[in-house]
């Protein structure tokens, strides 16, 4: 298991490199920069506000500057916040939409599983057909349209939650369940269909013919493998969940680091960007990593893979 994870390491440190690279290069060649947008100034201001910022030297000296800073832990300054530092936005917004994504993954796999595990158990019956049409219901309304119909729904019509804002416990519900929802109708037929495959394996059967009951056939036998493909979709529903966390912020203003990263790619705050786009990066190799130790311990024979 240690020298999978040094393998996993090893392996992150060229694909981030990758990814910082390539989101320099794209930023260089994106039209516009970061100052275009304020008031007008004379030529000579222009070029102090950008030699202040290394934005006057050459493309192969600022990818140096910024591999430098990079290495020490530095993202720099942000463009369009004056004062503040990457990090310090970082900081102070990502554990908002770290709190949001975590709540979103809980509610999808609380809807998602026990929905599809059901289904499975339920099988050609019109259960069944219930069950999975109203997962499916996720798929259908989308976060941008599911979010203001649960605030039609709950805040202006019952009045039952705030309509924005992140002060309260309460208003963690309503958004997590917009974002979690959608990623609950994956989860419950991939659940479906891992257990209705594995039911049909011969230890099942033996289970059986040795008179356990159907619960302890399901629940000791049967769920840990039937879990497993949703166990394998959880790294990407991370990804899903941190990007579609964007829209859900903004719908419900919700302070976190999405709308940061929204404003600084319109308004080209470049360090912002790199800043986030690494952030996120990190965090899915890390949740992929996580992911691949849960699937080692749930499939003993994938470790020695």
Known sequence: ???????????????????????????????????????????????????????????????????????????????????????????????????LGGLALLVALAIGTPIGIAAALRHNRPSESALMTFAMLGICLPSFVLGPILLLLFSAGLGWFNPLGWAYASDRVLPAITLGLFYAAYIARLARSGMLDTMRHDYIRTARAKGLSERLVVWRHALRTALYPVVAYIGPAVAGLISGSFVVETIFFIPGLGRFFVNSAFNRDYTMVMGTVLLYAVLILLFNLLVDLLQMWMNPRTRND
């Not at 506000?49 to 000296?61: C, M, R, S, V």
């Not at 990079?70 to 936005?89: M, N, T």
């Open 1 to 99: 298991m240690f020298t999978h994870i040094a393998r996993r390491i090893l392996q992150a440190i060229p694909t981030l490199w990758v990814i910082a690279t390539l989101t320099f290069l794209l930023l260089y060649w994106a039209p516009g920069g970061p100052f275009d947008t304020e008031k007008p100034v004379t030529a000579e201001v222009q070029e102090q506000i950008e030699a202040h910022y290394g934005l006057n030297l050459p493309l192969h000296q600022q990818y140096c500057r910024f591999l430098g800073n990079l290495l020490k832990g530095d993202l720099g300054p942000s463009y369009k916040y004056a004062g503040w530092d990457v990090q310090e936005i970082i900081a102070q917004s990502f554990p908002v939409s770290l709190e």
